[in-house]
C-alpha cells in the first residue's frame, strides 16, 4: 500500500487498486497523470500483481482539466509536451486495466478512462469529449483511442457535438463493458480484475501485448498532432469564449476567429 498526493495504491491479491483522490471532481493535471503513471511502472514490476483497478474518490471520475485555470493549464501543456508524454507511459503498461467510472469522465479525464481496457460505469455516469464546446482539439490520444473502441462515426458524433453520453449509452455504443447501479461499480470492477487475475500471468502478457501492439505508439503520434492544433486554437478569441461560457453555463458565441 503507497500513498502519494493525489492517488491511493492497495494491493488485495493479485488485484491492486489507484485511487485518485482530488474530490469532488478529480481534475487532472501533469502531476495526476504522471503519479498513475508512475504507479503502474511499479505495478508492472510487481509479479504478484496481474490486473489493475483504476478508481477515483468523489463525484466524478475525471473532470478533465480544469480549465478555470486556463494559463497554468497551457504553461503545463506547451513546453516539452509534459502531460502528452506521460499520458503515452500509461498505455505503455503491461497489464490489464478496469476502469471504475462512477461519474463524469470528461475531456482528457475520457481519455484516461479509454486507457483502461475496460470500464465498468453507471446510469449516473457521463462520458463526453467536449473540446469544440471549449473552442478547442480533442487531446489526450482521444482522435485515435476513441475510434478505434467504438468506431470512427460514433467518435465524430462525440467529437463534433460535444455531447454527454449517458452510462446506458455508454454500454450501448461499446465504451463500457458494464453499467451496474452507481453504488456497485467499483465491486463490480474488482470483481472484473479479479476474474482476469485467475487467469495465467504469462499468459496474460502476451495476449495483451498483441492485442494492444503499437497502440502506445499510435498514441504517441496522435498526441502529438493534438498538440500542435490545442497550441494553435488556445490563443484563439473562440477558445476564451468557449472556456467563459462554460464557467457561466452559457452557449458560446463563437466568431470563427
Do not use: W
Request: proline residues 4%.
Amino acid at each position: 500500500m503507497s500513498t502519494q498526493r493525489d492517488i491511493h495504491v492497495e494491493a488485495n491479491g493479485h488485484v491492486t487498486t489507484i485511487e485518485i483522490r482530488r474530490p469532488p471532481l478529480n481534475f487532472f493535471d501533469v502531476v495526476l497523470i504522471k503519479d498513475i503513471a508512475d504507479a503502474l511502472d511499479a505495478i508492472d514490476a510487481d509479479a504478484n500483481c496481474r490486473a489493475v483497478v483504476l478508481a477515483a474518490q468523489g463525484k466524478a471520475f475525471c473532470a478533465g482539466a480544469d480549465f478555470s485555470n486556463a494559463p497554468a493549464t497551457a504553461n503545463r501543456t506547451r513546453g516539452g509536451n509534459e502531460l502528452y508524454v506521460e499520458a503515452v507511459r500509461i498505455y505503455r503498461n503491461r497489464k490489464p486495466i478496469v476502469a471504475a467510472v462512477q461519474g463524469a469522465a470528461i475531456g482528457g479525464g475520457l481519455g484516461l478512462a479509454i486507457s483502461a481496457d475496460f470500464r465498468v460505469t453507471c446510469p449516473e455516469a457521463r462520458f463526453a469529449a467536449n473540446f469544440t464546446k471549449l473552442g478547442f482539439h480533442p487531446g489526450f490520444g482521444l482522435t485515435t483511442a476513441l475510434p478505434e473502441l467504438i468506431g470512427k462515426n460514433n467518435a465524430e458524433l462525440m467529437f463534433y457535438t460535444s455531447r454527454r453520453v449517458t452510462g446506458e449509452d455508454a454500454l450501448r455504443m461499446g465504451l463500457a463493458n458494464l453499467c451496474v447501479p452507481q453504488d456497485q461499480v467499483r465491486d463490480e470492477a474488482m470483481k472484473l480484475a479479479s476474474e482476469i487475475a485467475e487467469c495465467s500471468p504469462l499468459g496474460l502478457l502476451s495476449t495483451r501485448a498483441t492485442m494492444r501492439a503499437g497502440l502506445a505508439d499510435r498514441i504517441a503520434a496522435a498526441t502529438d498532432h493534438e498538440l500542435q492544433e490545442q497550441n494553435r486554437l488556445r490563443d484563439t478569441e473562440d477558445f476564451k469564449e468557449g472556456v467563459k461560457a462554460t464557467a457561466e453555463r452559457r452557449v458560446a458565441n463563437f466568431k470563427g476567429r
